[in-house]
């Protein structure tokens, strides 16, 4: 570990699988910390064999979420096994886990135990939902979170056959679990450095992406005043929608009260994803008039004012899409933001995993591998000025596991037991 990174010295326990406490605690990896990925011996995560591409490596799933780890197996259910755990808690800062409530407690690893073990330890659990909840026992993914915590009931179409709720493809439940998470260990190590003391953490799922859709919660509070939402495409032609005072579903608006669209490019007919996204922002709208040529709308008492437009935004972005059906997607992003125009093209997964800018800020990165020789994964999104992290491969199952126990003060003949027993 290099000592130059603000994590570093900061030694951390990761009993997480999946997503939702992967992303955390390799965000922590990445700024230095420690991280001993503590597994099953034998299967390990289920993502290094889930969705594989490759039949003998790691998949995708698990190496895009473990990197700059150190990885240890070890069967808690053996007396050795649960002997390496105790003197991994009392030599190490935090203990991040998401088993199922109460898993910790079957493996004799209460809270008080591990209190006792380390007073200054930091247990960091993601939850489905919060202590005391009534869905408290209630298994949680990906999905379930988004539906639990607001965002489908408040995502797609409000009519017509596709009118139902819909997920997001971004991760809202997990990788967003896992940040606050971060957020919540980085708070308590501070808090430790004042009190001396550890404390426990946790994040619910439902509770992470329920703060996403805090403007959602916003207009719910507004629709129950004012009886209707004015920047939603439904106001004012569809008024039946806000007659139940429910948030109901802005398929492509914007939820900050500038109007915004998906608009169709030269191309949409075969490639489906040739399109822009535009924002008819208030103070950009004379320069939208001069991109387009409808230096009328100036001064149209219909077009130049919010409350004007909305009654016909449809009609606005129809003509902004006829004037753009024979362009590409970056060719009228490039006419648009010479007027200061918020818009972006659609860009899909192949043209950003391609893209220059991203790999060169390090947002999209290259990672050698011993065994897939080498793999593109998402780099740090946050980037500093004194800091450049550097993304390492996930571990391979158990690959530091004699190493880990050497540092914990095993000998090799203890360690060649231990692996005749199973137990790691």
Same mark, same amino acid.
């Given at each position: 570990?290099?000592?130059?990174?603000?994590?570093?010295?900061?030694?951390?326990?990761?009993?997480?699988?999946?997503?939702?406490?992967?992303?955390?605690?390799?965000?922590?990896?990445?700024?230095?910390?420690?991280?001993?990925?503590?597994?099953?011996?034998?299967?390990?995560?289920?993502?290094?064999?889930?969705?594989?591409?490759?039949?003998?490596?790691?998949?995708?799933?698990?190496?895009?979420?473990?990197?700059?780890?150190?990885?240890?197996?070890?069967?808690?259910?053996?007396?050795?096994?649960?002997?390496?755990?105790?003197?991994?808690?009392?030599?190490?800062?935090?203990?991040?886990?998401?088993?199922?409530?109460?898993?910790?407690?079957?493996? !004799?690893?209460?809270?008080?135990?591990?209190?006792?073990?380390?007073?200054?330890?930091?247990?960091?659990?993601?939850? !489905?939902?919060?202590?005391?909840?009534?869905?408290?026992?209630?298994?949680?993914?990906?999905?379930?979170?988004?539906?639990?915590?607001?965002?489908?009931?408040?995502?797609?179409?409000?009519?017509?056959?596709?009118?139902?709720?819909?997920?997001?493809?971004?991760?809202? !439940?997990?990788?967003?679990?896992?940040?606050?998470?971060?957020?919540?260990?980085?708070?308590?190590?501070?808090?430790?450095?004042?009190?001396?003391?550890?404390?426990?953490?946790?994040?619910?799922?439902?509770?992470?992406?329920?703060?996403?859709?805090?403007?959602?919660?916003?207009?719910?509070?507004?629709?129950?005043?004012?009886?209707?939402?004015?920047?939603?495409?439904?106001?004012?032609?569809?008024?039946?929608?806000?007659?139940?005072?429910?948030?109901?579903? !802005?398929?492509?608006?914007?939820?900050?009260?500038?109007?915004?669209?998906?608009?169709?490019?030269?191309?949409?007919?075969?490639?489906?994803?040739?399109?822009?996204?535009?924002?008819?922002?208030?103070?950009?709208?004379?320069?939208?008039?001069?991109?387009?040529?409808?230096?009328?709308?100036?001064?149209?008492?219909?077009?130049?004012?919010?409350?004007?437009?909305?009654?016909?935004?449809?009609?606005?972005?129809?003509?902004?899409?006829?004037?753009?059906?024979?362009?590409?997607?970056?060719?009228?992003?490039?006419?648009?933001?010479?007027?200061?125009?918020?818009?972006?093209?659609?860009?899909?997964?192949?043209?950003?995993?391609?893209?220059?800018?991203?790999?060169?800020?390090?947002?999209?990165?290259?990672?050698?591998?011993?065994?897939?020789?080498?793999?593109?994964?998402?780099?740090?999104?946050?980037?500093?000025?004194?800091?450049?992290?550097?993304?390492?491969?996930?571990?391979?199952?158990?690959?530091?596991?004699?190493?880990?126990?050497?540092?914990?003060?095993?000998?090799?003949?203890?360690?060649?037991?231990?692996?005749?027993?199973?137990?790691?």
């Amino acid at each position: 570990m290099s000592g130059n990174k603000p994590l570093s010295g900061i030694k951390i326990i990761d009993f997480t699988h999946v997503q939702a406490g992967p992303a955390c605690t390799q965000l922590l990896a990445w700024f230095g910390a420690d991280v001993i990925k503590v597994e099953r011996p034998g299967s390990g995560d289920v993502t290094r064999s889930q969705l594989r591409d490759m039949p003998d490596a790691d998949a995708l799933y698990f190496t895009m979420l473990n990197s700059n780890k150190r990885g240890l197996t070890l069967d808690t259910k053996t007396a050795e096994g649960k002997e390496v755990l105790e003197k991994l808690i009392k030599t190490s800062d935090v203990m991040v886990e998401n088993f199922g409530p109460g898993a910790l407690d079957r493996m !004799g690893f209460t809270w008080e135990y591990i209190q006792k073990l380390n007073p200054k330890m930091i247990l960091a659990s993601v939850k !489905g939902f919060s202590e005391g909840h009534h869905y408290e026992d209630l298994k949680v993914y990906e999905n379930v979170a988004q539906c639990a915590g607001g965002a489908a009931s408040t995502t797609g179409w409000w009519k017509g056959e596709n009118s139902q709720p819909t997920i997001s493809a971004a991760a809202l !439940g997990d990788t967003n679990t896992g940040m606050h998470l971060a957020i919540g260990i980085l708070t308590a190590i501070i808090g430790r450095q004042q009190t001396g003391k550890g404390q426990k953490v946790a994040v619910a799922m439902q509770d992470a992406v329920l703060n996403l859709c805090r403007v959602k919660m916003r207009d719910q509070q507004r629709l129950e005043k004012v009886g209707y939402l004015e920047e939603y495409p439904q106001y004012p032609h569809e008024m039946d929608a806000f007659k139940d005072k429910v948030t109901p579903r !802005g398929g492509n608006a914007g939820g900050g009260g500038q109007p915004g669209w998906i608009l169709k490019c030269k191309g949409w007919e075969t490639d489906p994803n040739a399109y822009i996204y535009f924002t008819v922002q208030g103070h950009a709208w004379e320069p939208i008039c001069d991109a387009l040529g409808k230096p009328e709308w100036k001064t149209d008492p219909a077009y130049n004012t919010p409350k004007g437009r909305q009654p016909h935004i449809m009609d606005i972005f129809a003509t902004i899409e006829d004037f753009i059906k024979d362009k590409t997607k970056f060719e009228a992003v490039d006419i648009f933001r010479k007027f200061d125009i918020p818009c972006a093209p659609v860009l899909s997964m192949k043209e950003l995993l391609r893209d220059e800018s991203l790999r060169k800020s390090g947002s999209i990165v290259e990672v050698p591998h011993k065994v897939r020789g080498s793999y593109w994964t998402i780099g740090s999104p946050i980037k500093f000025s004194d800091l450049k992290p550097e993304i390492k491969a996930s571990p391979l199952l158990g690959e530091h596991t004699d190493e880990v126990l050497a540092e914990l003060g095993y000998s090799k003949d203890q360690i060649a037991a231990m692996h005749a027993k199973k137990a790691v």
